[in-house]
């Protein structure tokens, strides 16, 4: 699944070229995301451990050579030039965690144009799923307002790869944990487990069910509540608190998983009160998004966590941006492309961000790395001639998100549709832009196309 | 990444309760999709191979089954039994390929209770993704009309396995192939690749990237001129051709990326059938999606093929189902959950499919497995005792595909919104799920709720 050949052909169609024609010097790609949609007012960057990972790691197996020299495809240079391929370049990214907006680099590879070539597939491939989710999931901390959120949806996300990975992605921004068991093995994210409505079907009697478990599962105990009649269910909770609490356990949670939640939540709440259950607290799932997390706290339904699943692993609503990784400098030169809809800024760059005196974002500037501009610059130097020059921990990266949904300016921490961020072209990147212009389109001279508008 | 750790808490904690309690007799779990929403009149099957893979090669390692001892949550009975574990039931599927509908199982496993109850969070993993991306590609095959689609998505998919799934997945709903060099190694799906605008900008001249291209890659020769100005670089290609014919080389085709595509097809097709280029063909991608095929080809836009990816790999319009994977009988005795709008039928079921004369398919019956029905059943054994029966052959399903969607009846072919397929319930499910509740409610005696209604 990690083999080198995970790529576009045409990565291996251009990189024998480049090879065939001496095109090998040092080329700059950047990768960003070209438009944000009304409900994305913001991104959340995040994958760059793993896409540096990725850097590091690959290699072209003698399987993979093999196979390739069986194709036919390619000459003996390139199978060559493959098997003794490395990353030696230089990488320069937000931190993960990092607040970004539309056409701001999150990341750019400089290398020798085939290395830097090859690599665009598989990192556009990582970085942008895991940044679709940890906005999304950012979207739903803001919504939550400080309640539990546990991530429920490796079942519905796409492969495996994408579960444990949209498990890792929602905690960096702010989630509790995961239900997905790899995620604490790999990464050391808290995990949460209850029962399924299998569990209680399997016994001929639900409270049969319920007391079997918190028997055999007593730490952190959570009653599945809705496999039949969910207020039926919260007094055979109550019936069996006190047989429980003699061999001291306790009823740390019910969870409803169907029905009107909010109004089930009500209803239980008062179910469980009146059986002296007032520290059994109430948790729910099924179907939720940010926008119902909201409007359920808002009208006072008394729930302490969400178990958040298909929402946030595919990002439905948004489940693809429009992200890119382009040649933005070869050979000293810059470079773009001008397609219509798809120009980019060329040259390499840098995002400059401005703050207020209370530490709100007021507004980036997009301009060259080496423009005197004020604000604090959002890439770093991560990778230098192929080696990693820090690896940030979880928790860090984690603290990083906070702050940073902190710094947001209010119509998008309230996740206002069409609240929108200054994000300034300085004057530098637009002079560059038109002279790039003029270089490539020797023909038809014209005023710089602003790929903002086009 | 396919570590047996990659499942949800409460599997494991279920099992350890079933294990405490000696719930280990014979249940059987059916996979099915809840609702189909408008855009998808039907679904098709897709992944029971890599879910059989799944089933036969789970085990728990012994880096897995230390780090479980570690964690201090289970006893030396459950990690005795993980150690040992192994699938040992039997699986009744619909082959891939097979069009079906909501409520009825795709899937159904038997197996001893923990055993069935494990595999559930992984197989609704690859079978929901799989089967959402078949669905999506066979709707993109439907609105082609027979031209060429080639998947262009790794880079959006989510994730690795992802991107390599969907490439299956297309391909056997009737794709041509895919840009994913991959797929062709693992599943021999012919691969397909042209250039990236990045290649024509690493060169201060297109004509001089066409050329270098062409040469190098001369087979199949596809060349991408939308980068600056695609009617310029159209006249650059018809300039180029005589030179590249002189060394044998033919121009297959020219790619446009950006733009109104139909206005830019008929545009370049006038240049290329004026420069004597006829047999060049148009190849169009970005941002496609199967009305925008349709009204292209509609419009008589003068294209040959499409490049497919970010709607194909992430299904974007429908980028998740409500998949799920339900205890239907256990020890003998037919189960199911009545939970508000999720209430399931009971028992083992099938699928019995009616055709008319003509091939076409005219309804489904969904009943109990031993209801003696007329019709074609349509799940079949495909695994006992948790051996394989038969392993068909990629080609082989792409045909069954083929011809489950020639047998859809027309407003399905047409990709009619609201179309919907007639899937009957049987008398003896009704009656089923009224003693089923009888059971199961014995205070609050109903009418058996018709889960369809809800």
């Given at each position: 699944?990690?083999?080198?050949?995970?790529?576009?052909?045409?990565?291996?169609?251009?990189?024998?070229?480049?090879?065939?024609?001496?095109?090998?010097?040092?080329?700059?790609?950047?990768?960003?995301?070209?438009?944000?949609?009304?409900?994305?007012?913001?991104?959340?960057?995040?994958?760059?451990?793993?896409?540096?990972?990725?850097?590091?790691?690959?290699?072209?197996?003698?399987?993979?050579?093999?196979?390739?020299?069986?194709?036919?495809?390619?000459?003996?240079?390139?199978?060559?030039?493959?098997?003794?391929?490395?990353?030696?370049?230089?990488?320069?990214?937000?931190?993960?965690?990092?607040?970004?907006?539309?056409?701001?680099?999150?990341?750019?590879?400089?290398?020798?144009?085939?290395?830097?070539?090859?690599?665009?597939?598989?990192?556009?491939?990582?970085?942008?799923?895991?940044?679709?989710?940890?906005?999304?999931?950012?979207?739903?901390?803001?919504?939550?307002?400080?309640?539990?959120?546990?991530?429920?949806?490796?079942?519905?996300?796409?492969?495996?790869?994408?579960?444990?990975?949209?498990?890792?992605?929602?905690?960096?921004?702010?989630?509790?944990?995961?239900?997905?068991?790899?995620?604490?093995?790999?990464?050391?994210?808290?995990?949460?487990?209850?029962?399924?409505?299998?569990?209680?079907?399997?016994?001929?009697?639900?409270?049969?069910?319920?007391?079997?478990?918190?028997?055999?599962?007593?730490?952190?105990?959570?009653?599945?509540?809705?496999?039949?009649?969910?207020?039926?269910?919260?007094?055979?909770?109550?019936?069996?608190?006190?047989?429980?609490?003699?061999?001291?356990?306790?009823?740390?949670?019910?969870?409803?998983?169907?029905?009107?939640?909010?109004?089930?939540?009500?209803?239980?709440?008062?179910?469980?009160?009146?059986?002296?259950?007032?520290?059994?607290?109430?948790?729910?799932?099924?179907?939720?998004?940010?926008?119902?997390?909201?409007?359920?706290?808002?009208?006072?339904?008394?729930?302490?966590?969400?178990?958040?699943?298909?929402?946030?692993?595919?990002?439905?609503?948004?489940?693809?941006?429009?992200?890119?990784?382009?040649?933005?400098?070869?050979?000293?030169?810059a470079?773009?492309?001008?397609?219509?809809?798809?120009?980019?800024?060329p040259g390499?760059?840098?995002?400059?961000?401005?703050?207020?005196?209370?530490?709100?974002?007021?507004?980036?500037?997009?301009s060259l790395?080496?423009d005197?501009?004020?604000?604090?610059?959002?890439?770093?130097?991560?990778?230098?001639?192929?080696?990693?020059?820090?690896?940030?921990?979880?928790?860090?990266?984690?603290?990083?998100?906070?702050?940073?949904?902190?710094?947001?300016?209010?119509?998008?921490?309230?996740?206002?549709?069409?609240?929108?961020?200054?994000?300034?072209i300085a004057d530098a990147l637009i002079r560059l832009a038109a002279e790039v212009d003029r270089?490539?389109?020797?023909?038809?001279?014209?005023?710089p196309?602003?790929?903002?508008?086009?």
């Amino acid at each position: 699944m990690t083999s080198a050949l995970l790529t576009d052909l045409y990565q291996l169609n251009m990189m024998q070229t480049y090879l065939d024609h001496g095109e090998t010097q040092r080329a700059s790609f950047e990768l960003f995301f070209r438009t944000l949609p009304p409900r994305r007012g913001f991104l959340i960057a995040a994958g760059l451990e793993q896409a540096l990972d990725f850097l590091e790691d690959l290699r072209f197996s003698a399987d993979d050579l093999d196979w390739l020299a069986r194709s036919g495809r390619f000459s003996r240079s390139l199978l060559d030039y493959l098997a003794a391929f490395r990353f030696s370049g230089d990488v320069d990214a937000m931190p993960e965690g990092t607040a970004f907006f539309a056409d701001e680099p999150v990341l750019r590879v400089s290398a020798p144009l085939p290395e830097a070539q090859y690599f665009e597939t598989r990192l556009i491939n990582i970085l942008h799923f895991q940044s679709i989710i940890a906005s999304k999931a950012a979207r739903l901390v803001l919504a939550a307002s400080g309640k539990l959120l546990v991530d429920f949806g490796l079942r519905r996300a796409h492969g495996a790869e994408a579960g444990l990975w949209a498990a890792r992605a929602s905690y960096l921004a702010g989630f509790a944990g995961t239900a997905t068991t790899l995620a604490e093995r790999l990464y050391g994210i808290p995990i949460y487990g209850t029962m399924a409505h299998s569990f209680v079907q399997a016994h001929d009697d639900e409270g049969v069910a319920f007391e079997n478990f918190a028997r055999s599962r007593p730490r952190n105990l959570t009653l599945l509540i809705d496999t039949y009649d969910t207020e039926a269910a919260a007094q055979k909770v109550v019936a069996l608190a006190p047989r429980l609490r003699v061999l001291g356990i306790e009823i740390g949670a019910v969870r409803i998983d169907s029905g009107d939640l909010a109004v089930q939540a009500k209803r239980v709440r008062r179910i469980l009160d009146a059986g002296g259950l007032a520290g059994t607290t109430i948790f729910v799932s099924g179907g939720l998004d940010e926008d119902k997390i909201r409007s359920m706290l808002a009208n006072g339904a008394p729930i302490a966590g969400f178990g958040v699943g298909t929402s946030l692993t595919t990002s439905s609503d948004v489940p693809a941006l429009d992200c890119a990784y382009k040649l933005q400098e070869y050979a000293g030169v810059a470079r773009r492309k001008r397609s219509a809809g798809k120009a980019t800024w060329p040259g390499r760059k840098q995002v400059w961000r401005h703050f207020g005196a209370d530490g709100t974002m007021h507004g980036d500037v997009l301009s060259l790395i080496d423009d005197p501009i004020a604000g604090t610059p959002l890439l770093e130097p991560v990778m230098r001639d192929g080696r990693r020059l820090a690896r940030p921990i979880l928790s860090e990266i984690r603290a990083t998100a906070a702050r940073n949904l902190a710094a947001l300016p209010e119509p998008l921490r309230r996740l206002e549709v069409g609240g929108r961020y200054p994000v300034q072209i300085a004057d530098a990147l637009i002079r560059l832009a038109a002279e790039v212009d003029r270089h490539t389109a020797p023909k038809r001279m014209r005023e710089p196309a602003d790929p903002r508008r086009s």
